[in-house]
T-cell receptor
């Protein structure tokens, strides 16, 4: 069991480009959560997905950000037309439960927008 | 919205000393969890305490919960340099149509050898 796998670990994008962040949950986990962490801050909830469904996207910015968790393959967090303010660490967690325990976090993707 | 708020924001101690971090939260909870994050790494779950529990131990960790004051504390006894990390409390919150973990800003602990 390899844990929650996120890739890439580090991603550098120029302003205006697209960023794609991938998250493979632990085997048997059907609940995926994405969080964003700004420097020296805690984690802020972005979106909660189950296979093929977005359950809660109340923490997602209204524009440029989207997420999916297809039937096959990893969950993807997509940021279009990145801006400097998108620079942050993005963490994915998976859980076998819909309740807020049993989370396993990935190591994160550190996005730098130059 | 921010649920847990830790204090102090930063704590520096000598190896062997105890470290105490506090967390306050705003709404009622079912459980409260503490996580640890080493610099530049992901989060590691340390301990979960349920709302009907007052104290819980795990190795050198001791967590207390006071639901009347909406606060929790994490005590690390006999600290080691390897305990240097940021520590976050997280509470369950039903917001936006689902239950999720809501994190505080964390306490940055430095243990000096």
């Amino acid at each position: 069991n390899a844990g929650v796998m996120q890739n890439p670990r580090h991603l550098v994008r120029r302003r205006g480009q697209e960023a794609r962040l991938r998250c493979s949950p632990m085997k048997g986990h059907s609940h995926v959560y994405w969080y964003r962490q700004l420097p020296e801050e805690g984690l802020k909830f972005m979106v909660y997905l189950q296979k093929e469904n977005i359950i809660d996207e109340s923490g997602m910015p209204k524009e440029r950000f989207s997420a999916e968790f297809p039937k096959e393959g990893p969950s993807i967090l997509r940021i279009q037309q990145v801006v400097r303010g998108d620079s942050a660490a993005y963490f994915c967690a998976s859980s076998p439960f819909k309740q807020s325990y049993g989370y396993t976090f990935g190591s994160g993707t550190r996005l730098t927008v130059v | 919205s921010q649920q847990g708020e830790e204090d102090p924001q930063a704590l520096s101690i000598q190896e062997g000393e105890n470290a105490t971090m506090n967390c306050s939260y705003k709404t009622s909870i079912n459980n409260l969890q503490w996580y640890r994050q080493n610099s530049g790494r992901g989060l590691v779950h340390l301990i979960l305490i349920r709302s009907n529990e007052r104290e819980k131990h795990s190795g050198r960790l001791r967590v207390t919960l006071d639901t009347s004051k909406k606060s929790s504390s994490l005590l690390i006894t006999a600290s080691r340099a390897a305990d240097t990390a940021s520590y976050f409390c997280a509470t369950d919150a039903y917001q936006g149509g689902s239950e999720k973990l809501v994190f505080g800003k964390g306490t940055k602990l430095t243990v000096n050898p």
